[in-house]
């Protein structure tokens, strides 16, 4: 059977996600980024959905769990990204103070906005009118616009925390190798991917009009392209997360051998106290 190149990088990933989440469980990060692993989990889910009930149901319903998913997909990635920030400038800082509440508030009300506002700027909108006229699919397509247009807002939100985590991580003990900086280097890369993907094919929507077969099948080899270099950059991020995780953070060892000393020097003074 020969394997196309799709079907390929599709195993890879699937594959990616699996051993991703043996290290997240066989190295214990589970618990300290808990946002993180349900994400992958439900990655891994909306993976195995699409492949193998494409075909097997009907499409109304196919795109109902599709779309349902990654609608999902994105509340769980936003849960990430206040996640990732907590442990960066919160309660996970290494270094100085964290955020007191009025800066949290200050930040996340500018990201937010910068992000709506560039969700509003993106695209064409849906003509609502349109989708109410059927009636019967309104609910579905409302579905769809919703999944859409919130896949697009959290990418932007993932490439404007991780700029913020890269920028100002290291001057609160969370430079570039920790573990939350690293993931968020990750989701952001794909983030730029896929608005990447996205941005080229809305342009070629709107530039080339098709004439005839022939450049029908043109137009979707190169979609068909354009989506497999998002799921190279995505296996890419995948590998960079397995091989960040699996190794330990700068200072884990130190805060650990640190732990383990603390006792023996409290005890050393009042043995002291007592001999004399």
């Given at each position: 059977?020969?394997?196309?190149?799709?079907?390929?990088?599709?195993?890879?990933?699937?594959?990616?996600?699996?051993?991703?989440?043996?290290?997240?469980?066989?190295?214990?990060?589970?618990?300290?980024?808990?946002w993180?692993?349900?994400?992958?989990?439900?990655s891994?889910?909306?993976?195995?959905?699409d492949?193998?009930?494409?075909?097997?149901?009907?499409?109304?319903?196919?795109?109902?769990?599709?779309?349902?998913?990654?609608?999902?997909?994105?509340?769980?990635?936003?849960?990430?990204l206040?996640?990732?920030?907590?442990?960066t400038?919160?309660?996970?800082?290494?270094?100085?103070?964290?955020?007191?509440?009025?800066?949290?508030?200050?930040?996340?009300?500018?990201?937010?906005?910068?992000?709506?506002?560039?969700l509003?700027?993106?695209g064409?909108?849906?003509?609502?009118?349109?989708?109410?006229?059927?009636?019967?699919a309104?609910?579905?397509?409302?579905?769809?616009v919703?999944?859409?247009?919130s896949?697009?807002?959290?990418?932007?939100?993932?490439i404007?925390?991780?700029?913020?985590?890269?920028?100002?991580?290291?001057?609160?003990?969370?430079?570039?190798?920790?573990?939350?900086?690293?993931?968020?280097?990750?989701?952001s890369?794909?983030?730029v991917?896929?608005?990447?993907?996205?941005?080229?094919?809305?342009?070629?929507?709107?530039a080339h009009?098709i004439?005839?077969?022939?450049?029908?099948?043109r137009?979707?080899?190169?979609?068909?392209?354009?989506?497999?270099?998002?799921?190279?950059?995505?296996?890419?991020?995948?590998?960079?997360?397995?091989y960040?995780?699996?190794?330990?953070?700068?200072?884990?060892?130190?805060?650990?051998?640190?732990?383990?000393?603390?006792p023996?020097?409290?005890?050393?003074?009042?043995?002291?106290?007592?001999?004399?």
């Amino acid at each position: 059977m020969h394997l196309t190149v799709e079907q390929i990088l599709w195993a890879l990933v699937l594959a990616a996600h699996l051993v991703l989440l043996v290290v997240l469980l066989g190295r214990e990060r589970t618990r300290r980024f808990s946002w993180f692993t349900a994400l992958t989990m439900l990655s891994t889910v909306r993976l195995l959905a699409d492949h193998l009930l494409q075909g097997k149901l009907s499409t109304y319903a196919f795109y109902w769990q599709s779309y349902a998913l990654l609608i999902a997909a994105s509340i769980f990635l936003l849960g990430t990204l206040i996640e990732l920030a907590r442990l960066t400038f919160g309660r996970g800082c290494r270094r100085g103070k964290p955020l007191s509440p009025l800066a949290w508030q200050g930040w996340t009300f500018l990201l937010l906005a910068i992000a709506f506002t560039a969700l509003i700027l993106w695209g064409p909108w849906p003509d609502l009118k349109a989708m109410q006229a059927n009636r019967q699919a309104y609910p579905l397509l409302m579905t769809v616009v919703i999944a859409l247009k919130s896949e697009l807002f959290t990418s932007m939100l993932a490439i404007l925390t991780g700029l913020m985590m890269m920028l100002f991580g290291g001057r609160f003990g969370n430079g570039f190798r920790s573990h939350a900086v690293q993931i968020v280097i990750g989701l952001s890369t794909v983030a730029v991917a896929r608005l990447t993907v996205e941005g080229i094919t809305d342009t070629i929507k709107v530039a080339h009009k098709i004439t005839d077969r022939a450049d029908y099948q043109r137009i979707l080899h190169l979609y068909t392209q354009l989506d497999n270099a998002r799921l190279a950059i995505w296996l890419l991020a995948l590998l960079w997360w397995i091989y960040a995780l699996w190794n330990d953070a700068p200072g884990a060892g130190s805060d650990t051998a640190l732990a383990a000393i603390t006792p023996t020097l409290q005890d050393d003074p009042s043995e002291s106290s007592t001999e004399a």
